[in-house]
Structures are given as C-alpha cells and as structure tokens.
C-alpha cells in the first residue's frame, strides 16, 4: 500500500554532492534538529533548508507563559544561535510558509511560488491551539484546507479569533496577554490542563484577577485521579484564582463598540463569566494538513515509525508535537487507529529531534549509528508554577480499595498492583502512588515537593518502592531532617566534628576530673580544630558536671 | 633539649599550621595561629608524629628475593639493580616503556625533580599522577574559563566576611575539619548551601537555619546547575555590566540553558523546584557569595562540564575576580596545588606550562640544560597510563613515589593485575603500603617532619614544610634518591640533593608561566623557623603576589573570561530493583586517602577500622540488610564484602562507601574506568551495584589475594 521510495540518495542520482535536507517548522524541536544536524552542514555532507511560519527565529516555547505575565524577558526564550547556523550556511526562511509537499518531484512549494528540493524532508511543524465549539467563534477545519501562502494566517485562514479572544501559543498571543497583564485586566482561562492552570496562577501572581472555567469536576482531569484534582483545585484557589467547574462553555457574549470585543463567556446552565480577556486553553492539534494533503498517512499526527520515519515515505520524517509515533502496521492488520499520539510535551520532542539528527549524522559520515530511539515512557505531567506542587505520572486511575479491577483489567499476569495513598485536603496536600509487583507505574502528589521530585526519579527508572511507603511522604515533613527534634545530648552526638568527639566522650573526661573547656579539649581534642564547638561543650559541661 | 619548629600538616591541602616540638622520645604536635586553621587541627593533624616513629616504617632497602618475600639491601645495591633495569628496559623497549607515577603529597621540590628525572634521566613520556583522580577536572575547567587554574583565587580567610557560600559536592567538615571555621559567617547569615546526596557532617551545618541541603540524586549535579543558571537569567538575576565587560560568550550560555527549567530540573535531579529557585535566589542575593566545588561534583565523567557549569553560574552572577565574591575549587591533597604545577602531568613542564608550547619547552629546556627536541612529547594520563601496563606498546617498569594506586586508582583489580604484569616495580614510601607490597624494590623515604620543602596550599600559598627530626638512619629524601639515579643513568643534566637550590631552580624554571614562582626563595618564604609569610602565586621576580586573581583581568589574551556553554550527558540510571543502587565514595575524618597512613595510627585506626557501606533505613529493610551485618557489594568490575552501617543520613537509592581501605573492602574494586574525555579524571561518584545480605562468615565470592 504505501510507496515505498528508496530515501537513499533517491533524489540524487548517483549520489553525488551533499544530502539535500529541508527542514518544514522552526519551533523549539526544529531548531534543535538543526542545531544537531549543522556538524554534518559544516562537514559538507550535507545542505539544510529550514522554512518557519514565524517571522522571528525559533524561541522556548516551555515559558511562553512566564513571557506573557512579564515574568521574564524574550532573550530568555533563545534556543538556538540563528547565526551560527547561517554562518555554516544553513537557510532559515522565516514568515514563509510550505503550501504543498510534492512527492514525486521530491519539492515543497513555498508560499512565494519557489519550490524547493529535497533528498529527506523533516516535518516539525508543531501544533496549534485547539479553537473549542463557541457561538460567536469561527472554527477553522484545517486538514480540508491547502495551507495559506501568507504564512501569517497559517492558523487563523480567513478567520481571526475575535478582539479580546486569544489562544496562549505563540509570541503575538503572549504580547497579547502582556497587554492586558500590564492593564489589570481581568482574565478568563477556558480549559484546566496544564498550560492553562500555568497560565492562569503566573497571571493571578503578576497581579491579574484571573478566573480558570472547566467542564467536570477537577482540573488536568487527564492526568490527575479525583483525589489529586480535588486537592489541587483547593490549593490553586488558596493562589488567588477562581475555579468555576461543571462549566460548558457554549457561547461568547461581546461589548460592540464598532468593533465587537470580548465581554463574557457563557455556560449551558446561564452562567456568564465577564472578563476583558478570553484565553483558551482548550489543547492543541497537530498542524498535519501538509502530510494529509500530500497523501502521507495521519492519524493524531503524522504517523511515523519507531525511526521517525512517515508510514507512507521513506524520505520524510516527523518530530514534536506534529508527529505520532506508532509501529507501522504489518499486511493484513486491522484498520483501527494506532493507539498514542504526539505527547505534547518539550522533552520527547527534543529527544527525537537530536536522535534523527544523529542518526543522520552517523549515516552521512559512514559510521555506526547509535541505537534505536527508546520507546518514550509514559511522560511526567508537572505544573510549572511556583507554590503549586503537582506532579502526575502514569496510570493514576487505580483505586485504593479496588486493586482486584485494576489487575484484570491489565491482563492476567501482568503482575499485582496496589495502590498507597495520603491525603490530607485542609492542608493541601495528597499523594497517591500505584504500583505493579513493587515497580512504581503511576503517581499523583499535591502539594507536596519533595516527595514528587523523589516519586518522579524512581518511576522514570522503573525503580522498587520502599516497603514502607511512608518513607516517601516524610520527605516533605519536619522529621526528615534527622537532626531536628534529635536529642542534643544523646551520647553518640557529634560535639567536636573536627575531632570527631561526642558528647559521651565528654561526659566520660568530665568523670575523669575535667572541669573547664579548656581541660576537656586537652583531654579529648573537642573544640582544638576549628573552635567553632566551643558553646557546645561548654552546654555539654554545665549540663553534666557533678 | 627541645627545639620548636614552625611546619605545616602532613596531610590535606588546607596545610594547618603547627609547631614540632622534638624531645628524646619523639615529637610533640601543637596547632599553630596561621589564618586558616587559626592554631586548631583535626584529629588526623594531633596524631600525625605517631608515624615518625610507627613500628611499620621501613628502615631500609628492601629486595624482593626469587621466593618472593623482601630481604634488606643496601642503598647500593638497591640502586645499581634500579639503574641497570631501567636502562636495560630502555636499551630493549625503548625510552616509553619506563613509566612513573607521582603523587599529590609531594613537595614542590620532589614534584619538579620526578618531572625533571622522567624527561631527562629517563627520557619517558610516561609520566602522570594521582592528582589526575583528584584536580584534573576542576584545573581543566578553570583553564578554560580562566586562563589559569589556582584552586582557591581568593584566600582562604576571604570566606570569612561571605553571606552566601555554595559547596557543591565536597564535605570539608570531615576532610578538613578546620575549613568549616571560615564558613561561620555564611552560616550567621543563613547563607550556606551544601549539594551532596548524603546528609554529611557538611550538610548538617546548615542546620537550624544555617542554610539550605540540597540533596540531588548522584550524578545529577550538571542539570542542578543548569537549573540554578537558567534561574538566574531567567529571573533577570544576572549581573548584566560584569557580564558584558568581562565575559565572552553569554548569549551561548542563555540559549543552552533555555530548556533546563526548574521543573524539569527537578525531574532530573529529585530537588523539588522551590529549593532551585530558592538557591538561585540566595546566590544573587548579594553579600559577598562564593561558590566552591569538591571532587562530589568533579570525579565524573562530565566531571570538567560540571565544574564548568558552576564557573558559567558564578560569572553570570558577577563573582569571580571581585573582592567580596568568588568561585573555588577544593583541592583535596597537602600539594594537590603545587603537585599540578610543576611538571608531574603528562602534558605538563614546570610553572604550568604546555610541554607542546615550544617556548615552554626552549624556556626549561635551558633552564635544565638539555636541547628543546631531547624533551619527549605528551604522555598518558593516570588511568590510561596504569592501563597500560602489561599491555603491548605499554610501560613495562614503573617508579611509585606518593601513591597507593592499589587502593586509590579505579578499577584496583585491574590494575593490581597490571602492576603484577610489570617487568620491574620500584615503590618510594615509609610503609608497606598495598602498592609496595607489589614491588620489586621499596625505597624507605623520609616524611614530613624530616625534610625541608615547600607546599602550595588551596589557596595558591606557598608554605614552607621545616625539618624538626633527623630521619633514621636508613632513610633517604626522594631528592637523594633521584640524584643517585640521574647519576647512574648518566643524565645530561644535574639533580641537586638540597631543596633550596631545587626550589630555585624551580623558581627559575616557573618564570613566565602561568604558576609563576620567580619571586620566590627560601628567604622570601620565612628565613627563620617561626615565620610565614603570605606568599601567593603568580609571584614573578620583583612583585609581592597575588593573594587575589583576576581584579582586573583573566589570563586569557583579551583579559575576559570565556563562559562556555555545556551540554547535559543524558543519564541512564539504573532501575532500583533487586538492591540495584548507585554507589558514591567519599572521606572519613579519620582517614586521608588510600590509608596508607592514617590506617597505621592507632587512635584513628580504632576510631574507624574498617569500610562501612552507609544505606538508608528503608532500603536496608528492603535487601534484609542490618545494622552491623555483612553485606556483598558487587560491581561489573569486582565485589566488596563488609558491614553495614544504616543511617537516614543518605539518599534512599544511594550507598555510600569510604575509599580508604583495601583488600576486599577497597572501593576502588566496583569503580570503574571511564574517564573524562577533556580531563582524563576517572568516573569515581556513580558506580552501579547491587547490595545483597550475607551471612557472616559466608565465602567472599572470590579469591582473596593478599600480598
């Protein structure tokens, strides 16, 4: 079913001169493949185009929200040296976008008509913000829809969100927002997943009145178990910032003043929310309509192979968010869509990006390539907000008294899980870990750092937690400092670290006569290092002396 | 009668002053007021004379016999039998295949004349030392950035009026008690952060307020400080003016820490990310701040990016060459500062300068006077150089002087293999040490309290180490004992026996390089035995010093440091299942290094007589491990058996154990040989293992050899 070109040197009859690469997307993952590929640029192995849809070079998408607030500045957001890599050569078009990949002549046509060849295309053209079903808002459908030559409206096509209506993705939104940070505004968030609950507590802390709207019951309802979510809305709303749940946003009601702008979003049940700013926080939706229209095989995103390769071509490739990596299906296998999708998130985006372009690299050059991309575990959610602890990972579904379900759901076999839970909402706090014969295999934890730092670690390893569980929850409590609360004057406590003297060292010298400090560290050497355990025998003196 | 004598500690690089007083029956120590240990000394400093006049000391010659034990010799024949060898093996394999190995605890004087005798006596390339395990790291990176590594650029005493002070990966409390004094300040003013993943004595310092553990999962320091660092830029913290007016490469720095936000920080390193940012604040806060690393953060294999990437965190922020704040490294051995400057690396001439350079090599060539191209090249450092023993193409006979490769290099298995593969092994100590035990001759040298020579403490001071006994009669000064040789071996040039005319010699041979002595003489140090004067290098001939560097430029031509952007190796740790966990190795108080001596004092000895693998509570649990019980601890490089000692002390997926002792306790058995690719220094700090209970009296799983 799929053509299966040669990739190798396709193009390039008798594969003379350096590989042909044109890299579509210049967001943070494709930057990095770039920045990895230029040692093969610079070696002469290879050519590098790279076409952005932004008219600014590739920036840190992963504090886009503390830019919006006015937290940081845009330098902090630089990735990449553009330079460097035009200084060895690399195009980087920005502003311009591709309008159609062209298979058999192995071109992508630009948006200004020029047509570019390619020997191994790279598609990183990221995702953008997902527009929910709102009266008063248009919807675009994208993938029926040729990409716009001007690359300015590549998501908006003909239809601009409305004055007051922003998404929260790229840099004109964050100027948006800063606007209206930097006006006192107040600002309603639709939609509590990550990037939203981010948004809104950086909003709340740069002084915006901010209110956060959501259908069901608890926030990051993909990621958190009800437990987690209960306590984490309580601890955002401590924040500073309105939490309206079981709200169906349905339509948008605006001030008209020539202009129509933004005045209230409105719930099925009445409800209306007034703000001077919408942002929606409603997920994101991977930019495949080149892929599709250029009869690539697509599903959540541009469906490639463990080597990020697209099913359908082997010259084109696929990284970040616009990539959905599943096992190409063998004859005769069934139709259904493959499970997973792009994750979303930064890391495995840049994991991929400099695993493809060492593998790029190492052919180039003639040498072994390393080995094969690991399967991406599943990701670790946390929220990027100062005060806010939450870290989810895994399959946090499994409940406490109900692990029976949770083993035959996984299979026979597939080994006993349990589950081990704190929670404590008057203060915040809540941590639930499940695990699979022993192994750690999902975590919630609220409100409690030190733990989620801890819980994190041993679940990207696969690691045994400790039997007794409870170990995990006192990273966070007082009594983890084991010299807090300890007893001063135990015998076996360290006066002298100089000398190594404990306080049964003194007490056994001031039996033996000794009466001053000065006496005590002549016969024991307490306090002739540093000094600085002088006070402390001295306490230890007045307490024990005869 | 009694005489005094003003000298410095045998042991660590903090070189604590005191006072030798000899009577008949031996030496008494007493501490003496000297500004960094201000007249106080650690256990191991009060019970250092014990050694002089320890009933393990050797007392002469000693000959392996065809049955393999030692008989006595005479210092003749001891020698005529090394001469002959070394040129035999010369003559047969040429002049690379006699190697040399020095040590961190040598004089100036000795280091320079064991690098003097390597390249002309012997003419070999091969000539490295065990600083490579300690310094080489830390001394790449400030090169890098500064243009000159001098492991403290500040004084030591400068600590004292800081508000924050950051230690990454070093305990000080136990390997130079003394220091912690100076960090009193820091501490007033809740100012001290200490990174280490075991709660050491250093960490509980800042207890009660005192400041902040940072308590990161092993081999994870590298995102820690990227993390710190994107923090500061982020939260517009840097120090823009200093940044632009005494730094290049800023913008590189920015790009590359951009993805190594707090939160993702914290899923690589298991420190939540309000202790980062909490941290990064503190540092910017002002008040004078110095940031100082340990071999924790430096004994890795990214050990030089690690260390740069704290230089890059304290530029950002200003610190470096001010007068109120800085960065510093820890150098760990007594002339672990000197040792590294004056010829002992393979890459190395005296006076820190590149034996590639070659007007480094025409400048000593004619101090030495020999021709620049008689000099040989770059040799092997440390690891590779032991690797090389045994093998084809490598070195067949090898010359120990300060070292104890058989409990301080990785891998010790293997390279106690390699030694016995040795065609020829010459030992220079006081004591049978595990190394000596191996050899073919064993040459009885003098220690501290015996010999004149200067050291080159951590803060880059030059101290001079006084005579207060006569050694036994049997025993001979290294600079004896190399003249003797060089003689022999027919040298072209001339090794003097009396360490003021070597010093001067070196001072000559320093003059114009980076580590430049020339201002220096035994007079200029202190002629008398009371005083010390404060003598700081660089100190080129007619200037007073340099007690601090870089106030007004660094060593780099334009004067600016060079920030240079580093990248995180990924990590795979290992899944902590089945007693799988991750192995660090550090310090005791009572010990300093391979034990060799502190092994033989009595008092320390009975303090802490064997290794104790530290684990949390809650793993110990797990693994069935007791308090006290015996645990196996294998490595895919060897095993050690020992007790257990379980303390909350430590991170739950972290085992701890001390280096400092040998056979089937010795440490260095699990590490491994990988080694830093611009440094060479050997990945020390993350080994996997796994720990399992056993029985007491079970069977090692493995011969136990002892010599």
Redesign the interface.
């Known amino acids: 079913m799929p053509d299966q070109f040669d990739a190798d040197r396709s193009g390039h009859p008798g594969g003379a001169g350096p590989e042909r690469f044109v890299l579509v997307g210049y967001g943070p993952v494709g930057a990095r493949f770039a920045d990895q590929l230029l040692p093969a640029v610079h070696a002469g192995l290879a050519t590098l185009t790279v076409v952005g849809a932004e008219s600014v070079d590739a920036y840190n998408r992963v504090l886009i929200a503390d830019y919006a607030v006015g937290r940081t500045d845009r330098d902090a957001l630089e990735v990449t040296d553009p330079l460097a890599a035009r200084a060895a050569g690399v195009r980087i078009l920005t502003g311009t976008s591709v309008t159609a990949i062209n298979r058999s002549l192995r071109t992508v046509t630009l948006g200004t008509g020029e047509a570019l060849p390619w020997d191994r295309l790279v598609l990183a053209t990221g995702a953008r913000a997902n527009v929910p079903t709102l009266d008063g808002v248009t919807r675009v459908r994208h993938n029926l829809l040729s990409p716009p030559a001007e690359a300015a409206g590549l998501d908006s096509a003909d239809a601009p969100l409305p004055r007051g209506v922003t998404a929260l993705r790229d840099l004109d939104d964050a100027q948006t927002i800063l606007a209206a940070v930097r006006s006192g505004a107040r600002i309603v968030v639709l939609g509590a997943g990550v990037l939203g609950l981010e948004f809104a507590l950086a909003a709340a802390q740069a002084g915006s009145e901010t209110c956060v709207v959501y259908h069901g019951e608890i926030p990051m309802n993909r990621n958190l178990d009800r437990g987690g979510g209960t306590v984490l809305a309580r601890r955002i709303r401590q924040a500073g910032v309105s939490m309206v749940k079981h709200a169906r946003a349905e339509s948008i009601l605006f001030h008209d003043d020539g202009v129509p702008r933004f005045d209230a979003l409105i719930c099925a049940d009445g409800k209306q929310i007034h703000g001077d700013l919408l942002v929606l926080s409603c997920g994101v939706g991977a930019r495949t309509e080149l892929a599709s229209l250029a009869g690539l095989s697509v599903s959540t995103g541009v469906l490639v192979d463990a080597s990020l390769r697209s099913w359908t071509d082997l010259g084109i490739y696929a990284i970040g968010d616009c990539a959905h990596v599943a096992p190409r299906p063998g004859p005769g296998a069934s139709a259904a869509p493959p499970a997973g999708g792009p994750s979303g998130l930064i890391g495995p985006g840049w994991r991929q990006a400099d695993w493809l372009a060492a593998q790029f690299r190492a052919e180039l050059a003639g040498v072994t390539a390393g080995p094969p991309l690991p399967p991406e575990p599943d990701s670790v959610v946390m929220l990027k907000a100062e005060g806010v602890d939450v870290v989810a990972a895994g399959d946090t579904r499994p409940d406490l008294w109900d692990t029976d379900k949770a083993d035959h759901a996984a299979g026979c076999g597939s080994g006993r899980v349990s589950v081990s839970q704190w929670a404590d909402p008057e203060h915040g706090r809540y941590v639930k870990m499940v695990t699979r014969d022993g192994i750690l295999n999902g975590f919630v934890s609220v409100g409690m750092p030190r733990t989620a730092a801890e819980l994190t670690l041993l679940y990207q390893r696969g690691s045994e937690l400790p039997m007794d569980r409870s170990l995990l929850l006192r990273f966070d409590g007082p009594d983890f400092e084991p010299s807090a609360g300890a007893n001063a004057f135990a015998s076996d406590a360290t006066v002298c670290w100089c000398n190594g003297v404990t306080v049964g060292t003194i007490t056994e010298s001031i039996g033996g006569g000794q009466t001053t400090v000065a006496c005590i560290g002549t016969a024991t050497r307490a306090g002739t290092g540093c000094g600085g355990c002088t006070g402390r025998i001295a306490e230890v003196l007045e307490r024990f002396a005869p | 009668m009694d005489s005094a004598t003003s000298t410095h500690c045998p042991y660590c690089a903090l070189q604590c002053a005191m006072t030798l007083t000899a009577h008949g029956a031996g030496v008494t120590v007493t501490?003496r007021a000297f500004p960094t240990?201000?007249?106080?000394?650690?256990?191991k400093g009060?019970t250092a004379a014990e050694l002089l006049t320890s009933p393990d000391r050797i007392l002469e010659p000693m000959m392996r016999r065809p049955d393999g034990s030692f008989a006595p010799a005479s210092w003749a024949e001891a020698l005529d039998l090394i001469a002959e060898r070394l040129s035999g093996s010369r003559a047969e394999h040429g002049a690379d295949s006699v190697g040399v190995f020095g040590g961190g605890g040598l004089t100036n004087e000795k280091a320079y004349q064991l690098g003097k005798f390597a390249r002309v006596a012997l003419g070999t390339s091969r000539i490295d030392y065990n600083g490579r395990f300690c310094m080489s790291s830390a001394a790449a990176a400030g090169n890098r950035a500064f243009g000159l590594d001098r492991g403290l650029p500040f004084r030591v005493e400068d600590l004292d009026a800081a508000g924050t002070i950051l230690i990454l990966g070093s305990n000080v409390?136990?390997t130079m008690?003394?220091?912690?004094?100076h960090l009193?300040g820091a501490r007033a003013a809740g100012g001290l952060i200490v990174v280490d993943p075991r709660?050491s004595?250093t960490a509980?310092l800042t207890?009660d307020g005192a400041g902040l553990h940072v308590q990161p999962?092993p081999g994870s320091d590298l995102a820690l400080l990227l993390g710190l660092t994107h923090i500061v830029?982020?939260?517009?913290l840097v120090d823009v003016a200093y940044v632009a007016d005494r730094t290049v490469g800023f913008?590189?720095l920015?790009?590359s820490v951009?993805?190594w936000?707090?939160?993702?920080v914290?899923?690589a390193?298991?420190?939540?990310?309000?202790?980062l940012?909490q941290a990064a604040r503190r540092l910017a806060a002002g008040h004078g701040t110095y940031i100082l690393t340990g071999r924790g953060v430096e004994q890795h294999v990214d050990g030089t990016d690690t260390t740069t990437a704290a230089i890059n965190l304290s530029l950002i922020l200003g610190l470096v060459g001010t007068t109120h704040s800085g960065y510093g490294t820890l150098t760990g051995q007594g002339n672990g500062q000197g040792g590294r400057e004056h010829g002992q690396k393979c890459d190395q001439l005296p006076g820190y300068r590149k034996i590639t350079d070659p007007a480094a090599r025409a400048h000593v060539a004619g101090v030495w006077g020999v021709s620049p191209e008689s000099l040989p090249g770059v040799g092997l450092p440390a690891v590779q150089l032991l690797a090389s023993m045994g093998v084809s193409g490598g070195i067949r006979c090898l010359l120990v002087h300060g070292a104890n490769v058989v409990v301080s290099a990785p891998d010790a298995k293997q390279v106690r293999t390699g030694l016995e593969a040795l065609d020829f092994l010459v030992v220079s100590d006081f004591f049978f040490s595990e190394t000596a035990a191996l050899a073919d001759v064993v040459l009885p040298v003098t220690q501290w309290a015996e010999e004149d020579g200067t050291m080159t403490s951590l803060e880059g001071r030059v101290i001079r180490r006084r005579r207060a006994v006569t050694a036994p009669p049997g025993v001979r000064s290294e600079l004896w004992i190399l003249h003797e040789l060089a003689r022999r071996l027919h040298s072209p040039s001339t090794f003097s026996t009396d360490p003021a005319e070597v010093f001067d010699e070196l001072c000559r041979a320093s003059a114009g390089g980076l580590a430049d002595y020339s201002g220096l003489s035994y007079d200029r140090l202190g002629a008398g035995d009371e005083s010390d004067e404060p003598t700081y290098w660089p100190y080129p001939a007619g200037s007073t010093g340099t007690p601090r560097l870089f106030l007004d430029r660094f060593a780099h031509a334009d004067g600016r440091a060079r920030i240079h952007a580093v990248q995180n190796r990924a990590t795979d740790?290992?899944?902590?299942?089945?007693g799988i966990l991750t192995l660090i190795t550090g310090r005791l108080?009572?010990h300093y290094q391979s034990g060799a001596q502190t092994r033989r004092v009595p008092e320390l000895a009975n303090?802490q007589p064997e290794a104790r693998l530290q684990l949390h509570p809650?793993?110990a649990?797990?693994l069935g491990v007791v308090h006290g019980g015996w645990v196996n601890v294998t490595s895919a490089r060897g095993i050690v058996r020992c007790r257990a000692e379980v303390t909350?002390?430590i991170r739950?997926?972290t085992v701890f154990l001390p280096f400092h002792f040998p056979g089937d306790q010795s440490a260095n058995r699990l590490t491994g040989g990988a080694t830093d690719p611009i440094s060479g220094m050997p990945e020390f700090k993350t080994t996997t293992v796994r720990v399992r209970a056993v029985a007491e009296h079970a069977e090692p799983e493995e011969m136990r050899v002892y010599a």
Request: glycine fraction near 12%; include cysteine; charged fraction near 30%.
């Open positions: 501490g240990n201000r007249g106080g000394l650690c256990k009060w409390a136990q008690p003394p220091f912690i004094g009193d709660r004595a509980r207890d999962t830029i982020t939260e517009k913008d590189e920015r790009r951009g993805a936000y707090p939160e993702r914290q899923a390193t298991g420190v939540p990310a309000w202790q940012r740790a290992p899944a902590a299942t089945g108080l009572e303090a809650a793993t649990e797990q909350l002390d739950h997926d």
